[in-house]
């Protein structure tokens, strides 16, 4: 698609294929959001709601909203409000989920939900409308103005930029990667609720499991997950590991409907303060901000709680949205520490062929402290509990994991 082009105007031109939406605002702060993925598009959502007298540009480089991407998350892990921010983007929701490792098979009550980009897509253009503009190639990004690859440029009060996650050398990092496929079957795959994690396979570069999402009763999600040390991702590799993971549950593949694939950060240690500094004034927001679960890589409920931050703020002006994020992506770093310890312990305490063991004594925890820990609102008794016990790795390893480095 052509590109649509962009006058150097205090709001975008809109493409031809956005619906009309609700009529923009000609009064009030101008918000530049950059990037049309999950974080930018709750707090364009949420400012249309909340703070209806705000102008908004959402500027995005490809022909739709959200990529190719499928964002899950656990009914317990957002609030009333949360939840209801999320809601018109949710495609499917299931009572609960199961678990299979080895030595255990369950199936947990909590309610799981799922964005698909293809509802992202479809729900934000039409409250968009003209705020949206696709096929925006952008060039460079300051405070308060972008400019776009041919030049022109759009100026507003405050830019967010949510295009994704930057090279962070002040953060140590694990990885986990994916690919995952949307398949259709020759007959029904018999799954009445997702399979957030089977480590039943073979552990290949790390902690591996896969991931299944059933959608219909001949369509559902496969992916193939593995927490590793390094972001290399081999797609065939993960690719076959689709195809013999769904032979072995003897499913047959009619047609792989689309694909998708992602290399999500997981938090070991790191400068928070040094990653700021090294991002500039530019507010930024999702996994360019650090927010994310430290463990999980799940990004959808640090998204809705930003967004609903952001709204609250009494000024929407550069620096008061900038300084905002700031200290609450610092603040939640911080309280996480926890999580990023559990981190070390499975990445350099456990051999990587033995990591499943460590997910697999986690999943014999009582449901409500599950919950707590996928919301990252462990409590301290949690906490004592988690690491209580025999350990799944020996005791002078996971010692060796205690302290945090600033530093790599």
Sequence with gaps: MKRAAVAAAPWPCHTRRMLPGSPQPTDGPRLILVGGGLANGLIALKLMKARPEVRITVLEGADRLGGAHTWSFFASDLTPSEAALVEPLIARRWNGYDVRFPGLQRALRTGYRSVTAERFDQVLRQRLGERLTLNAAVAGVEPTRVTLSDGRAVAGDVVVDGRGP?????????????VGQEV??????????????????????????????????????????????????????????????????????????REEE????????????????????????????????????????????????????PRLDQRS??????????????????????????????????????????????????????????????????????PPVSVAAALSCVPERRRA
């Excluded at 240690?269 to 500039?280: F, Q």
């Excluded at 062929?353 to 008794?381: C, G, H, N």
Aim: positive net charge; charged residues 25%; proline residues 6%.
């Design 184 to 257: 259709r079957l020759t007959e029904p795959h018999g799954l009445s609720q997702p399979i957030v994690m089977d480590a039943t396979v073979g552990q290949a570069d790390g902690y591996r499991f896969l991931y299944v999402l059933p959608f219909d009763a001949h369509t559902c999600l496969i992916e193939d997950t593995r927490y590793t040390d390094g972001p290399a991702l081999d797609r065939d590799a993960y690719r076959h590991g689709i195809a013999a993971y769904a032979a072995a549950q003897s499913w047959r593949i009619a047609e792989v409907l």
């Design 166 to 178: 930057l090279p962070s050398p002040e953060l140590v990092l694990g990885w986990q990667k994916f």
């Design 321 to 390: 949205v900038a300084e905002a994020i700031r200290e609450h992506s610092v603040s939640l770093w911080r309280r996480r520490g926890f999580y990023r310890l559990l981190n070390r312990m499975l990445f350099r305490a456990a051999a990587p062929d033995r990591r499943w063991r460590v997910m697999q004594r986690f999943y014999r925890l009582p449901e409500p402290l599950i919950e707590r820990f996928y919301a990252a609102k462990s409590t301290l008794v949690d906490k004592l509990r988690i690491i209580s016990g025999k």
């Design 262 to 313: 992602g290399v999500l950060p997981v938090a070991l240690e790191g400068d928070i303060d040094a990653y700021w500094a090294a991002r500039g004034e530019t507010a930024q927001s999702g996994l360019r901000a650090a927010l994310f679960h430290p463990t999980t890589g799940y990004s959808l409920p640090d998204a809705a709680r930003l967004a609903e931050r952001i709204a609250a703020l």
